[in-house]
C-alpha cells in the first residue's frame, strides 16, 4: 500500500471509530472529551489555531484586544469540537427529539412555509457556523426534502460514509465533481419548488463574486443568488449558532436583488448575503468555524484566493458619480 493509500485508510478509520465510538459515550464524557482535545488544540497554537485568530480578529474588530480575542479563540475551538462532537453522535440520538428542540429556536420558518405555499423553490444559505446538519434535520422534519453540495473527501469510503449519514436525514446530497453538474440538478430542484441548502461564505477561486465582509474586501460564491435569480425562487440567508444545550437558527426573509442583468442580480445577493452574514456572526463570533485563509492577505502569493478583489462602486459612496460627492460638487 502506497503512503498516500495508508493515510487515507488511517482516515477512514478514524472517522469509522468516531461514528462507532463517541456515538456510545454517555453525553457527559463525549463533551468532556472533545472540550479537552479543544482546549489542547487551542493552547498549542497550530496555524488552524492561529488562522481563526486572524479571522476573529477582523469580526471583532475594535473589540479585539488580547482579553478579548483569547477567550473567543478558546470558545471558538470548543464550538468546533462540539460540532464534531455531534456529528459523530446525531446518528443514535433521538432525531425526533432534536428536530422539536430545534423548532423552539427557529425563527423565520414561515418564509421556507410561504415559498411551499407558492410553489417556488427556496435557497438556503448559511455560514461555516453551528451545526449544519441539525439545521437541514429540522428542515426535512418538518418540509420535506432538502438537496445540496458536498466535495468530495479522500479517501471515497470516508465520502460515502458522509454521504450515508447526511441522506440519513433526509437530505439529497450532489457531489461538487465526478458525477453531473450539481447547478444542472439544483435548477431542477428549484423550478419543482423545491428546497436546496448551500454554504455561501467562502470562495477559493479568483472567479469569487467581490463583496465587502467585515470592512474587507472577501469572495463569495455567486452559486445561491445565481440559482435564485435564475429560477425565481427565494434567497434567505440563514445564521446558524449554538446555546447551551442546544441550537439557534434564523431564517431571513428573502432577499430583494437588484438590477435587470444576471450579472448584477448576483452582485446584489453577494454582498446582501455578506451584510446579513456580517451581523450574525458578530453577534456569535466563536460559532464561526472558519479555521482557514478567508481574505485575500492571508493566502500565500500564487494562491487563486490571494488575488486582489476589486468591489464595485456602490451606489451613493464618495466614489459614485451620482453620489454625494457629485451632489457637493453641483451645489
Known amino acids: 500500500m502506497s503512503s498516500a493509500g495508508a493515510v487515507d485508510r488511517l482516515t477512514d478509520l478514524g472517522f469509522a471509530a468516531g461514528w462507532s465510538v463517541v456515538r456510545g459515550m454517555p453525553e457527559w464524557a463525549a463533551d468532556r472529551a472533545f472540550r479537552i482535545a479543544a482546549d489542547v488544540a487551542y493552547r498549542r497554537r497550530g496555524p488552524a489555531v492561529v488562522q481563526l485568530a486572524r479571522n476573529l480578529r477582523r469580526v471583532l474588530g475594535p473589540r479585539a484586544t488580547p482579553e478579548t480575542l483569547a477567550p473567543t479563540v478558546r470558545d471558538g475551538m470548543r464550538s468546533y469540537a462540539r ?3 455531534e ?14 428542540s430545534v423548532a423552539a429556536t427557529t ?36 418540509f420535506g426534502p432538502l438537496t445540496t453540495v458536498v466535495e468530495r473527501l479522500k479517501p471515497e469510503t470516508l465520502y460515502d460514509k458522509f454521504v450515508a449519514y447526511r441522506e440519513s436525514l433526509g437530505m439529497e446530497i450532489l ?48 452559486g445561491p443568488a445565481m440559482l435564485a ?37 448576483v452582485r446584489s445577493g453577494a454582498q446582501q448575503i455578506a451584510d446579513t452574514f456580517e451581523r ?52
Open 280 to 331: 450574525g456572526i458578530a453577534a456569535h463570533p466563536a460559532d464561526w468555524h472558519m479555521l482557514q485563509p478567508f481574505w485575500p492577505a492571508d493566502f500565500p502569493p500564487g494562491h487563486p484566493g490571494a488575488a486582489p478583489v476589486r468591489l464595485p462602486v456602490r451606489a451613493g459612496s464618495a466614489a459614485d458619480p451620482g453620489g454625494p460627492a457629485a451632489v457637493r460638487a453641483a451645489r
Open 175 to 222: 457531489p461538487l465533481t465526478g458525477g453531473v453538474p450539481p447547478a444542472q440538478i439544483l435548477r431542477e430542484r428549484l423550478t419543482a419548488g423545491g428546497i436546496i441548502a448551500l454554504v455561501g461564505d467562502r470562495d477559493l477561486s479568483a472567479n469569487g463574486i467581490p463583496v465587502s465582509f467585515f470592512g474587507e474586501p472577501a469572495r463569495f460564491p455567486a
Open 229 to 265: 435569480a435564475l429560477t425565481d425562487s427565494y434567497l434567505c440567508p440563514t445564521d446558524l449558532s449554538f446555546r447551551a444545550g442546544g441550537w439557534v437558527q434564523h431564517i431571513h426573509p428573502p432577499l430583494s436583488l437588484a438590477g435587470v442583468r444576471l450579472a448584477e442580480q
Open 83 to 85: 460540532y464534531w462532537r
Open 87 to 100: 456529528t459523530f453522535r446525531l446518528p443514535a440520538m433521538d432525531l425526533d427529539a432534536v428536530a422539536a
Open 107 to 142: 425563527f423565520g420558518g414561515e418564509h421556507i412555509a410561504r415559498a411551499q405555499r407558492e410553489g417556488r423553490g427556496i435557497v438556503l444559505t448559511v455560514p461555516h457556523a453551528g451545526n449544519w446538519d441539525i439545521a437541514a434535520l429540522w428542515v426535512t422534519r418538518n
